[in-house]
């Protein structure tokens, strides 16, 4: 018999099992250096498996052991990230390196001193970020739409190359951005294993990725060969000076990074790096689309701030897509929830940058007509910025004389009304201007046009029901169940479980089971938020982000029944011709007649709810700068919500001034007025967090 162990001697050998098995872990999924075989790493881990078995008290959430348990999830919860996970804007060419080099050197009054860049391979993965607080991983989350994620904490925790624990002193709250990626060796293996298994293969390692990572069992994600690469910090109660000391505290701390990355002094070295990659671009281990390109010096970064989603201070170089050759089909016409017609060509299946592409977009007529695409053509196909399939050019000299030219259809295909041409419209500024050939449907009720608004109503960013996808919108439609959108609230649970469901050739009821949800979610969706709920109707010009400006100044749908061109321009941000479209969807009695349904069925849109003795209460604030946190309508509701008045001029009355990057004069006034100024920061503590 062994000697007995004592209490303490147990949780001696746990910590000793915990760091052995974590240094273990790092030098296989972090270095590529293993030191130990496979059965001596087994005969560790089952021992501490054995000890952790026998003294439950003793299981840690950070504890090698961890990386996977529970049952499935039901469903994935939202995660607001504390910092936007921005998104970068595109550069294709050398022209546009040089220009956004030069934009920054001006914008920094630099002269022609070199900006030091870091450039690193843009991964092809999905985005994600953790979040440590001292040192132990508490949270994973997707980047969802940059503001809003998705909690994915339990499937990160089975990707070896994510550290449980972080290595060291760690800070006390840490939150680490980088990508999720699948090796090119490891999807082509897990492929081979799903063709074996009669299972469906992956069309590239990206959406495998993204597959495996979104499994509400953290176990399927546990078997797939997932890696983590870490590139960036969000908020963090460590400061860095440069982004490459981040990158190398972050090795430190026991993430794995990709070993390409470079310093490079001004646009030449960003170029020579990016010509570097692009040659080596199939030779690397996983998939890339391009370089990213970003100013190291953290307060550089500061100064520069952000326009609308993307920081100043970063661009993706893109490589050039990749192309190929295939034949045209047939070519079709598809009706948008605007009514707007738009050709799609049919393909003979190719395979363009990892992805079978079958259908590709021909955009409008002119498009259609400028490049002569007919049916039987041989052409060059790309996904556009590597996403979106478009034809780029026919193969004239492989003509046959067979080819046949397709004839845009003057009546609806989907119902058969008139379609009409619209020639020149306004923008948002009041000027001018032509608009490509776009025909649009003239019937309201055309069921082409249903369907489509119907999937954008039920839409996560619009009335957020859960389940209701594209086949059960055909149906709802097809069957006549639903012709505008207030019909889905009359459908009782058993019109829900009487739905069909197309397995392979077989077509079943959905059944009560399933029924009941997607009933039960209808009804759960009757609560939601007002600007949700604008955003919702598809009104032309306004989504989510305009749909939260309507919701602060018509916090009754009804006001905007009647509501004047001239009250609508005096809102920020409202041009001529959005307040036209705005009134035009208002001015249709069918319209109006679908909000009273919706409201008759006991939808209840949500107004902002104002905080009570909110910190800004009865004082006047105002903005000036860039805030990399908020556009400059959304402070402004925060400031209004909380009590406060937003002036767009500082005087003696201005109780405080936010300033965010490149403030001018009106920083400069309230200095020598000697009225209080904070930053955003500072503001994001004021609202609480």
Known sequence: MGEKRTPSDVRTRVDELRDEIRAHDHRYYVLDQPTVSDAA???????????????????????????????????????????????????????????????????????????????????????????????????????????????????????????LRLHGDAPERLEVRGEVVMFKRDFAALNRRQEEAGDKVFANPRNAAAGSLRQLDPRITQRRPLTFFAYEVGESTERFATHEAKLRRLVALGFKESGEWRVAHGAEDVKRFWQSILDRRHALPY????????????????????????????????????????????????????????????LAPVRVGGVVVARATLHNEDELRRKDVRVGDRVVVRRAGDVIPEVVKVVAEARTGDEKEFVFPRHCPACGAEVTREVLEEDEEGREQKLAAAWRCTNAACPAQIKERLRHFVSRRAMDIEG?????????????????????????????????????????????????????????????????????????????????????????????????????????????TRARWIRAFFDREENRRVIDHLLAMGVQPQPEAAVEGGVFSGKTVVLTGTLGRFSRDEAKAEVERRGGKVSGSVSKKTDLVVAGAEAGSKLKKAQDLGVRVVDEDEFVALLGG
């Open 468 to 576: 209701l996808g594209d086949e059960l919108v055909e149906q709802l439609v097809d069957k006549g169940l639903v012709r505008d959108f207030s019909d889905i609230y009359r459908l009782g649970a058993d019109d829900w479980s009487n739905l069909d469901r197309v397995v392979g050739e077989e077509t079943y009821k959905i059944g009560s089971k399933v029924g009941n949800k997607l009933y039960e979610g209808v009804q759960k969706s009757k609560d939601v938020p007002l600007r949700r709920f604008y955003n919702a109707l598809g009104i032309r010009g306004v989504n989510e982000a305009f749909g939260a400006v309507l919701a602060r100044r018509f916090p009754d749908v009804h006001e905007l029944f009647d509501v004047s061109i001239d009250d609508l321009t005096s809102i920020a941000g409202v041009g001529p």
């Open 41 to 163: 790493y087994d005969r560790l881990y089952r021992e501490l498996v054995e000890l952790e078995q026998a003294h439950p008290e003793l299981i840690s959430p950070d504890s090698p052991t961890q990386r996977v348990g529970g049952a499935p999830a039901a469903g994935f919860a939202r995660v607001v990230h504390r910092r936007p996970m921005l998104s970068l804007a595109n550069v294709f060419d050398d022209a546009e390196v040089e220009d956004f080099d030069a934009g920054l050197r001006k914008r920094l009054d630099l002269g022609d001193a070199p900006v030091r860049y870091v450039c690193e391979p843009k991964f092809d993965g999905l985005a994600v970020e953790l979040v440590y607080e001292r040192g132990v991983l508490v949270q994973g989350s997707t980047r969802g739409d940059g503001e809003v994620g998705e909690d994915v904490t339990a499937n990160l925790r089975t990707i070896r190359s994510v550290p």
């Open 287 to 346: 998939d890339v689309d391009g370089v990213v390109v970003k100013v190291d010096d953290e307060d550089l970064r500061t100064r520069l701030g952000q326009v609308s989603k993307s920081p100043r201070w970063a661009v993706a170089y893109k490589f050039p897509p990749e192309e190929e050759t295939t034949t045209v089909d047939a070519i079709e016409v598809q009706v948008g929830r605007t009514g707007v017609l738009t050709p799609v060509a049919h």
